[in-house]
């Protein structure tokens, strides 16, 4: 079965760096989406994202959040200048459509962020 | 308003028996979806099984299944014969049909142990 994938699986930053979350999502499918997770809590939507631009995104995506689809494969997440509370598993997700509204998103295996 | 309760931080089941995991939603949306992804100590996201508000009959995957209740708005995961391997943390989640995306929205997860 076709996968999301994302790069790195862990990533280490010093407060106040610039950090990149490279996803790739499945290669036919048409929304895309960040989601975060801090430890021991629940999963997060944080934007999605359809023809080259954010259809929604929740509070947490505030100025220091951006995504991007650079090219015809990967889906990026740029925090500008991470806080110690960025600190989070970071998912990339991907979905067909619409189509209804039912359709199923697949996860990526995560990223997890530690700013130190 | 919490949309989706899981009111179990954790469950414990003996191997081969059957366990149910509770969640209950809060929409005033007439089509939704509701999913249920694990989690193991990996990290990743695992889908595993969905219910549309406009189904019938209760979704079955192999050992999971739903118990969807609309009128009580709850839908709880079923799994039968549990095994080991089923120990991880489990999420119910819920899309809206009136979000113009296919954003998710997470309960805060079962954590479900099962042992010899």
């Known amino acids: 079965e076709p996968e999301v994938t994302q790069t790195p699986s862990h990533q280490v930053t010093q407060m106040g760096q610039e950090v990149i979350l490279r996803c790739v999502p499945i290669?036919?499918?048409?929304?895309f989406y960040w989601y975060r997770q801090i430890l021991g809590q629940k999963v997060e939507f944080l934007v999605s994202?359809?023809?080259?631009?954010?259809?929604?995104k929740s509070e947490i995506f505030d100025d220091q959040f951006s995504v991007e689809r650079p090219d015809g494969s990967n889906f990026t997440l740029k925090i500008r200048s991470t806080k110690l509370e960025d600190s989070a598993m970071y998912f990339c997700?991907?979905?067909?459509?619409?189509?209804?509204?039912?359709?199923?998103?697949?996860f990526g295996p995560g990223t997890r962020l530690t700013v130190t | 308003a919490q949309k989706i309760t899981q009111t179990q931080p954790g469950m414990f089941v003996q191997e081969k028996e059957a366990v149910t995991l509770d969640c209950t939603y809060d929409?005033?949306?007439?089509?939704?979806?509701l999913f249920w992804y694990k989690q193991p100590s990996s990290g990743e996201m695992i889908f595993l099984i969905y219910?549309?508000?406009?189904?019938?009959q209760n979704a079955t995957e192999g050992r999971y299944s739903l118990n969807f209740q609309k009128a009580r708005k709850s839908a709880n995961l079923v799994i039968s014969a549990s095994q080991l391997g089923d120990s991880a943390m489990y999420f119910c989640?819920?899309?809206?049909?009136?979000?113009?995306?296919?954003?998710?929205?997470f309960g805060t997860g079962t954590r479900l142990q099962v042992f010899p």
């Open positions: 929409t005033s949306d007439q089509s939704y979806g």
């Open positions: 290669s036919n499918h048409l929304y």
């Open positions: 989640a819920m899309r809206e049909a009136a979000s113009n995306t296919d954003k998710l929205i």
């Open positions: 997700a991907s979905s067909k459509g619409l189509a209804g509204g039912l359709v199923k998103q697949y």
């Open positions: 219910q549309g508000s406009y189904d019938e």
């Open positions: 994202f359809y023809n080259n631009e954010i259809s929604e």
